[in-house]
């Protein structure tokens, strides 16, 4: 009888200890995966910062153009991360046009005419060093070929809800005159409804591939002067030949902004010119 109670016993402890460890094997697993999740939270951030550092470096000359980049433990230690997580920057780089990696030669700067710098991840690694890549001459001539022609088109071609669309950004830039940033956004918006209201294909995917570098020659400009009066007067001139259909008004307006837009832009790359003289 004791025997059996004894055995009844051991039984009922072997019981709950198993149950105690799969508790805490549980606990364990959870634990676990909580901090996996952190660290894949963490690790884009970590990336995206890492990315950031190369590619400014690479902006700045410290790697320049045709010369290998060090080796992926060199970058390791002067960068503080993983392989893995150079190897995942160095991808970035490449799709961006700044970086091409060979089998058994390793990862080389490429020459500046490569680089996609109208992507938006650029032009901001480029920051101060932008001037000397002569990026906003090179917009205001893409949109001198390109607004005057569409704002003419637009006269003639715009629907009712496109010169609505145009008279409400308009309307924000007028009310947002003392904030940069948000006389910017609205900034964007009129010259990208004006680009597709002239229904040309080209302008329109033209649109698309140009809009980060337009956001950033429209808030480089917005930011340096002291007054966007000027402007707003001018882009409501422009709707109102839009809604007049008067093309060769359209077209007047549109030279008209891009003359401000580079007496704007002569202040923007003084603005950048100390700013990249402060860093030097």
């Known amino acids: 009888m004791r025997l059996s109670q004894s055995r009844k016993i051991s039984a009922k402890q072997v019981s709950a200890t198993r149950g105690a460890w799969r508790r805490g094997h549980l606990e364990l697993v959870a634990r676990e995966q909580d901090l996996t999740s952190i660290q894949a939270e963490r690790r884009p951030r970590v990336r995206r910062n890492v990315t950031a550092a190369i590619a400014e470096d690479i902006c700045a000359e410290r790697y320049v153009s045709g010369s290998p980049l060090p080796r992926e433990n060199d970058l390791c230690n002067i960068y503080g991360v993983s392989r893995t997580?150079?190897?995942?920057?160095?991808?970035?780089?490449?799709?961006?046009?700044?970086?091409?990696?060979?089998?058994?030669?390793?990862?080389?700067?490429?020459?500046?005419?490569?680089?996609?710098?109208?992507?938006?991840?650029?032009?901001?690694?480029?920051?101060?060093?932008?001037?000397?890549?002569?990026?906003?001459?090179?917009?205001?001539?893409?949109?001198?070929?390109?607004?005057?022609?569409?704002?003419?088109y637009a006269a003639e071609r715009a629907t009712a809800q496109e010169i609505a669309d145009l008279d409400n950004a308009w309307r924000q830039m007028r009310d947002f005159g003392g904030d940069p940033e948000r006389f910017t956004e609205a900034d964007v918006m009129f010259h990208t409804v004006l680009l597709k209201a002239?229904?040309?294909?080209?302008?329109?995917?033209?649109?698309?591939?140009?809009?980060?570098?337009?956001?950033?020659?429209?808030?480089?400009?917005?930011?340096?002067?002291?007054?966007?009066?000027?402007?707003?007067?001018?882009?409501?001139?422009?709707?109102?030949?839009?809604?007049?259909?008067?093309?060769?008004?359209?077209?007047?307006?549109?030279?008209?902004?891009l003359d401000l837009a580079v007496r704007d832009l002569a202040a923007a790359e003084k603005v950048i010119g100390r700013t990249k003289a402060t860093r030097s």
């Open 198 to 257: 002239s229904h040309n294909q080209v302008f329109r995917r033209l649109s698309s591939a140009i809009h980060a570098g337009l956001k950033y020659a429209l808030h480089a400009s917005n930011v340096a002067v002291d007054s966007r009066d000027e402007a707003i007067v001018l882009h409501g001139e422009l709707v109102e030949a839009l809604r007049m259909r008067d093309r060769f008004a359209a077209r007047d307006c549109a030279n008209r902004m």
């Open 85 to 152: 997580v150079i190897r995942e920057s160095l991808k970035i780089l490449e799709s961006k046009g700044l970086v091409r990696g060979k089998p058994r030669i390793g990862t080389t700067v490429c020459d500046k005419d490569e680089w996609n710098i109208l992507d938006q991840d650029v032009l901001e690694w480029m920051g101060p060093y932008i001037k000397g890549f002569d990026i906003l001459g090179c917009i205001i001539e893409a949109r001198r070929s390109i607004e005057p022609a569409a704002a003419e």
